[in-house]
């Protein structure tokens, strides 16, 4: 019986680590899908735009603690015995396992199940438990440990943070930047590509620093047409044509006047609409020259 039983635990932990396999297959799916995202975030543009970007696929856990306490009936005598202290010791074993290969998945696994025959209590000397007083009459001692050993707990995750905060809690402004980035960077797509009012929610020191310099290197590869109210989308991007658009609502009409930034009626258009007309533009010429 001894050996039969070392034999079956053998091959549970050989099962236990095909199952891990197989998620590791999909997280290196994720990160050959992804690969354009990692390619970026190394790159040269990136670092010169020094955007704090960090982009990882891993296996991750997922709910474990509280699938195994629901599992367990922790009024009774073992390594998981009350609430407060199952939920305290699960925290550290987690906070102390790592899920990255199969031997440490199944090395967790194998702990866990070692805890749940023995009780590793302080002052328990390792007694000896029955697993199937310590499972609730909801489940069973097979349900438990194909729940362990399944490892359903875990999965293949993907993350991009931003300065270390996920997408989910970046700003409107810094989400939409990552976006324009990505479009613009990261999609090797050609065709043409429109973008309304790309500056909103950012400060023109980022619209200088970053959002410039993606549409600079865009453009080189396909056509980018920007609905804007900010010179420096317009004027800093060497904007090969500057589309001037004025509603007539007496007539119901639009116009439109398109040119060069050489072309002088093109360059009052654009101290006009968006710098806020020549005077406005001469009054911060001089303040800053005071500066």
């Known amino acids: 019986m001894p050996n039969l039983l070392a034999d079956a635990k053998a091959t549970r932990s050989r099962l236990a680590k095909e199952i891990h396999d197989q998620i590791q297959a999909m997280v290196d799916e994720y990160r050959r899908f992804y690969g354009p995202v990692q390619e970026f975030v190394n790159s040269p543009e990136q670092r010169d ?17 509280q699938q195994l306490s629901s599992r367990l009936n922790q009024r009774v005598r073992g390594s998981f015995s009350g609430v407060d202290e199952s939920a305290r010791l699960l925290r550290t074993l ?33 007694r000896e438990m029955r697993l199937q007083d ?29 300065d270390g ?37 950012l400060d023109n020191q980022t ?21 804007t109210h900010n010179p420096n989308l317009a004027v800093v991007c060497d904007a090969e044509q500057i ?12 116009d439109y006047a398109s040119g060069a930034i050489e072309n002088p009626d093109t360059r009052a258009m654009v101290v006009d609409i968006l710098e806020g007309t020549k005077p406005a533009f001469r009054n911060r010429q001089s303040k800053y020259r005071l500066l």
């Open 134 to 162: 310590q499972v609730r009459s909801v489940s069973s001692a097979r349900d438990l440990l194909d729940f362990v050993f399944g490892f359903d707990y875990l999965a293949p995750r993907y993350s991009l943070t931003y």
């Open 94 to 126: 987690l906070q102390e396992s790592s899920f990255a290969t199969a031997e440490e998945a199944v090395a967790f696994a194998e702990r866990i199940d070692d805890m749940l025959h023995f009780d590793r209590r302080d002052g328990q000397d390792g």
């Open 165 to 201: 905060q996920e997408i989910g809690q970046l700003s409107p402004g810094e989400r939409g930047l990552l976006l324009l980035v990505f479009y613009l960077l990261v999609d090797k797509d050609d065709i043409p590509i429109v973008i309304d009012q790309p500056e909103e929610n």
């Open 49 to 65: 735009m020094n955007l704090p970007l960090d982009f990882q696929v891993r296996v991750e856990e997922s709910g474990f603690a």
């Open 207 to 227: 619209i200088y620093r970053i959002l410039v310099k993606c549409l600079k290197k865009a453009k080189a590869r396909r056509q980018v047409i920007i609905v």
């Open 243 to 254: 589309i001037h658009a004025a509603c007539d609502k007496q007539k119901g009409r639009f």
